[in-house]
């Protein structure tokens, strides 16, 4: 079997990583056992060399290129299917698809938008994650991936709105999820892990970093139901946000 290579972009340390879908193929991939190596990019120019969409997660696996982070997750489940991620029950399956949808196209946005439009959470972005960048990088990439962000936002709609609505926005979503943990199965879609606690966790695994968000860290703290949730996924799939002592993300403790 030939090497399978996750390429992203990269995170505070080792293998970790600040992109929300790339967390989701790494938790995937441990989930699944399968092994693999990560390769980090600097720019959407380098990525379009394995992408010509210019985006991460890619997935080098036998040989074949896979891109967007639920095809790949697809397509694991396919090649791997046990663990599950994806129940087989229909109307379980359905709500396990809506949530990851939500998470991809809602949820990821508003973190976007606070890490990279908000003065405040692009100056830590700055100085905290992008200055381990190799120079010449580091000078420039903050304010290209800043205008990207933004252009990206403004299309997707997120960035036609104020600090203040997007944070109270966020706010809803992260009561709305606790909402539907309190008193209820242990996992978003039921009984079980599936893909959309996995794409919830990765955007919330980098809202809870408190370097980097720590307004949205506590936002998170102070809904118990989330937190317990974030520990019962994370019993039994690395934190990709969070380095370990060893710099490679906090391994599984389940
Ligand atoms: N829906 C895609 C989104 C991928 C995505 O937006 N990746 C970001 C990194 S978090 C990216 O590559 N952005 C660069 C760009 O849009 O130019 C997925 O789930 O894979």
Redesign the pocket.
């Given at each position: 079997m030939s090497e399978t290579r996750l390429i992203q972009?990269g995170g505070l340390t080792g293998r970790t990583s600040l992109?929300?879908?790339?967390a989701?193929v790494h938790m995937a991939l441990v989930y699944k056992g399968v092994p693999y190596r990560t390769r980090n990019m600097f720019s959407?120019a380098k990525?379009r060399r394995y992408n010509p969409r210019?985006?991460?997660?890619v997935l080098l696996h036998e040989g074949e290129t896979l891109?967007?982070?639920?095809d790949i997750l697809t397509e694991l489940e396919r090649r791997f299917p046990d663990p599950p991620l994806f129940p087989e029950d229909p109307k379980v399956a359905a709500e396990a698809k809506l949530i990851e949808d939500w998470a991809?196209e809602v949820l990821y946005f508003y973190m976007v938008y606070m890490r990279w439009v908000d003065d405040e959470g692009f100056r830590r972005m700055k100085s905290s994650a992008m200055h381990r960048l190799p120079l010449p990088v580091r000078w420039i990439a903050p304010g290209i991936a800043r205008r990207?962000a933004g252009k990206?936002l403004r299309y997707q709609g997120t960035g036609l709105k104020s600090g203040e609505v997007v944070r109270r926005e966020f706010g809803e979503c992260l009561d709305a999820l606790a909402g539907r943990l309190e008193g209820g199965p242990p996992f978003l879609a039921g009984d079980a892990l599936t893909h959309g606690d996995l794409a919830v966790a990765a955007v919330l695994d980098q809202c809870g970093l408190e370097l980097l968000m720590p307004e949205t860290a506590a936002e998170i703290a102070r809904r118990p139901a989330l937190v317990t949730w974030l520990e019962r996924v994370h019993a039994l799939l690395p934190n990709v946000a969070l380095p370990g002592e060893d710099g490679k993300p906090t391994p599984p403790t389940g």
């Amino acid at each position: 079997m030939s090497e399978t290579r996750l390429i992203q972009y990269g995170g505070l340390t080792g293998r970790t990583s600040l992109s929300p879908p790339c967390a989701k193929v790494h938790m995937a991939l441990v989930y699944k056992g399968v092994p693999y190596r990560t390769r980090n990019m600097f720019s959407p120019a380098k990525v379009r060399r394995y992408n010509p969409r210019g985006r991460v997660p890619v997935l080098l696996h036998e040989g074949e290129t896979l891109v967007d982070s639920s095809d790949i997750l697809t397509e694991l489940e396919r090649r791997f299917p046990d663990p599950p991620l994806f129940p087989e029950d229909p109307k379980v399956a359905a709500e396990a698809k809506l949530i990851e949808d939500w998470a991809d196209e809602v949820l990821y946005f508003y973190m976007v938008y606070m890490r990279w439009v908000d003065d405040e959470g692009f100056r830590r972005m700055k100085s905290s994650a992008m200055h381990r960048l190799p120079l010449p990088v580091r000078w420039i990439a903050p304010g290209i991936a800043r205008r990207a962000a933004g252009k990206r936002l403004r299309y997707q709609g997120t960035g036609l709105k104020s600090g203040e609505v997007v944070r109270r926005e966020f706010g809803e979503c992260l009561d709305a999820l606790a909402g539907r943990l309190e008193g209820g199965p242990p996992f978003l879609a039921g009984d079980a892990l599936t893909h959309g606690d996995l794409a919830v966790a990765a955007v919330l695994d980098q809202c809870g970093l408190e370097l980097l968000m720590p307004e949205t860290a506590a936002e998170i703290a102070r809904r118990p139901a989330l937190v317990t949730w974030l520990e019962r996924v994370h019993a039994l799939l690395p934190n990709v946000a969070l380095p370990g002592e060893d710099g490679k993300p906090t391994p599984p403790t389940g």
